[in-house]
């Protein structure tokens, strides 16, 4: 009995002394791979994973679990995550209604979280935090720059639309404060809405120029659909939200002339871009999205913020975070005082590719070093 | 607010129903002959809508893949009805409810496991394009006036199929005292089977159709499904008749309602209100439509079971 007793405190010894490699870094990733609008989760991963292995390090693990677009899941997976596997970094939420149930309960116990895709206001102003950076966008950026783009192209007379719903009062809301003048009308359509026969008339019954609509997900396709077959003529604008790689193939030729703000594009061309492309097309056999380059610009901060200081120093991991020293796939970028991004935001064209295909191009800046309006309610 | 949008509006009223009809019409048959609830209705249209797409890719035929998608839907119904709801006609419905959950959460995550999860591509073909001008300069999508045609052909042939054959009768007299037929030597069970197949196909032939106005993506026909039931409630569980007028009805007031309640409102309240309080009210019209009906006529309007 002794003995036995013995024997297993010694394996006990020996178990914690093999696994306790004090030096290495545990990052959890609660993201959406399954459910509807899943390839955004998929794409973030997919990048993230991409710029770990291009580093070739191997002290850093990676535990990936699915919230399946549930903010109750998405909350508990965090807990999880910091409690039992005790993550030095969670990251990885698409939503922004997920990111607003997890984000402030993970900064306040001291875990660092970085986001590769939502930043609802709340967290860029009054609720931000030093533990929380932001390494993708400000919601309002995108939109806030097609507004910039379009007046500076000379249209006059823009209709607007959104799903009513948080985002999409906020998404119609930036585009006004950076168009800066009078829109004919605002259209709210529902929330997963797949039929905008209503919303077509209407916008053909107005005397506008141009149409600018944050439609996310299949809403933008079924929409785009059934623009081509009404016979309306009118420039159509949107964020890349409505036309990533992915969701142009599924919508076909409709989405052929449409511009779109996005602040990466598979054709800019700086080093570290080519270099995701490449090696995204050669792992994974298909075109990345702009949320693959956000998860590949997470991992590559998270990895150029490792070479100075471990995350159980946390002053010094914030610091090296807060530096941003590392090569963005978007060309430059920095931390504003919120610790969220200012950076150019471009704008793209679908076009037809060579294989027939509608493919974004990139035509041009719509506005430099954006920074969002927030930041002055973030006390830190 | 032209007399042009307003006939534009209703016809994409009269359009939004006849699909409706397509999914309400299997759904209030099998809730009417067989007594069961079944919420996998919705994975139909999205199985239609799936094979439609595959087949529309491989072959280059809409209508070639419009065959498939009404066919790979009824036989995927016919397989669901052998092997799982044969289990739950002398269940609760409670049971049910739990069991063709069950059977979307199955159908959704299959398909996101063949077809990955990003939207499938299917557009109309060609030579349903573009659109005709009707009197009074309304231009109108041409597909969406043959999804109102194919509305009435089917409402027509399910009209003779229930009142004139003898697989109608057969389903009529389920309706209506469902022990009494096998009792008179019907063979129920294949007679289920046919009629879950019957509104399957239906389903994915809706699915189908639509789908190449919409997305074909996961998860696409729950919203459809909720609208359905809806309609159901409205027309009478169990009323094709019902169905009919019901998805017609849903159809219509839900069009118009996102369209005029935002300028309604906008008369007398600031435009940006007008709008966020018009598209939240309308949001809600079909269901106060339900309840306001259902408070004259607790059975709805055509009541199967009287």
Redesign the interface.
Known sequence: MKMISRFGLGLLLSSSLVTAHADDVKIGMITT????G??LG?DVRDGFMLALEQSGRDDVEVLIQDDANRPDLARSLANEFMQRDEVDILTGIIWSNLAMAVVPTVTRQGTFYLSPNAGPSDLAGRMCHENYFNVAYQNDNLHGAMGAYMREEGYERPIIMAP?YPAG?DALAGFKHLYEGEVVG?????M?Q??Y???I??I??SDADSLFFFLPG?MG??FM??W????VDMPIFGAAFSFDE??I??????AIGARNTSLWAYDLENEANDRFVEGFQAAYDRMPTLYAAQGYDTANLILSALETAHPDDKDAFREALRAADFDSVRGEFRFGPNQHPIQDIYVREVVEGDDGEPTNRLIGVAIEDIQDVYYEQCQM | MSVTLLIEQLLNGVQLGTMLFLMASGLTLVFGVMGLINLAHGSFYMVGAYATAAVTASTGSFLIGLGAGMAAAAMVGALVELLVIRRLYHRPHLDQVLATFALILIFSEGTRWIFGSSPMRLSPPSWLTGFVTLPGDTRYPIYRLMLIGVGIVISIALYFLISKTRLGMRIRAGESDREMIGALGVNISKLYTVVFALGAGLAGLAGALVGALQSVQVGMGEPVLILAFVVIVIGGIGSIKGALLGALLVGVVDTLGRVYLPIFFRAFMPPSEATGVGAALAAMLIYILMAVILAFKPKGLFSAHD
């Open positions: 791979l399954s459910g509807g899943s390839h998929v009513n009062t605002e259209l709210y359509t529902q997963g797949t039929d026969a209503a919303e008339a209407q053909r019954d299949g396709i079924s659909k059934q081509e077959s009404s016979g992915i969701l193939k599924a919508v076909g030729s409709a």
